[in-house]
């Protein structure tokens, strides 16, 4: 058990360019979550999986934002066209399921968009 | 609209007194409650969970306290340590068939030595 992994660490971009991370949850967890936190705020919801399956998206996320969750393993989260206010730190969980609903955060991906 | 509230921002406890962390909730369809430790540039960390068909959960130095009527729980740390030094984040789950978690905006705990 590696817990859950997040890569890049770290993504600088330019303004209106498009950026993919990628999240390798615990092995063998069933739901999949992303989060976006900024500096002096707590981890803010973006949408999660259970399996394959996208079950809930925030009302926050726009279209530029989509991700996926193939063969209900390891997840990716796109960002097109980024903004300035896209900046913040992106943070994949999982969870077991089935009863137990402890979430398991990856390190994060920090974006900084200039 | 704030759900999970963590009033105070920040909180300074001399080493091996107790450090009692609080949030409060508005929601009291929230079933499920967790406790998260932060460092800097790391991701949040799992301390501690409590379900709320119970008011009490213990491991280790960690206890959580839940009061459902008052809508409150609170993290109670003993004895504190320096390295319990970082940003604590309560967070919270509603029933309904959601797994989404909500959490709060942190206190920033700071240890003395």
């Known amino acids: 058990d590696t817990g859950v992994s997040q890569n890049p660490r770290h993504k600088i971009t330019k303004r209106g360019q498009n950026v993919t991370f990628r999240c390798d949850p615990i092995s063998e967890h069933n739901r999949l979550y992303w989060y976006r936190q900024t500096l002096g705020q707590g981890p803010e919801f973006l949408t999660y999986f259970q399996n394959e399956a996208q079950l809930e998206k925030s009302r926050l996320l726009s279209d530029r934002f989509s991700a996926e969750r193939p063969k209900g393993s390891f997840s990716t989260l796109e960002i097109q066209r980024t903004e300035q206010g896209d900046s913040a730190m992106y943070l994949c969980?999982?969870?077991?399921?089935?009863?137990?609903?402890?979430?398991?955060f990856g390190s994060g991906t920090q974006l900084s968009v200039l | 609209d704030q759900q999970v509230k963590q009033n105070s921002p920040s909180l300074s406890v001399q080493e091996g007194r107790i450090s009692i962390l609080n949030c409060d909730y508005t929601n009291s369809m929230f079933d499920y409650f967790l406790w998260y430790k932060k460092y800097p540039a790391e991701g949040p960390t799992f301390l501690i969970s409590i379900s709320s068909i119970k008011d009490k959960n213990e491991d280790g130095r960690f206890t959580v306290f839940l009061n459902k009527s008052a809508k409150h729980l609170s993290l109670h740390i003993v004895p504190s340590q320096p390295g319990d030094s970082a940003v604590y984040f309560c967070?919270?789950?509603?029933?309904?068939?959601?797994?989404?978690?909500?959490f709060g905006t942190g206190t920033r705990l700071k240890v003395l030595a």
């Open positions: 967070a919270a789950k509603g029933d309904s068939g959601t797994y989404k978690y909500i």
């Open positions: 969980a999982s969870s077991l399921g089935g009863g137990d609903e402890k979430l398991f």
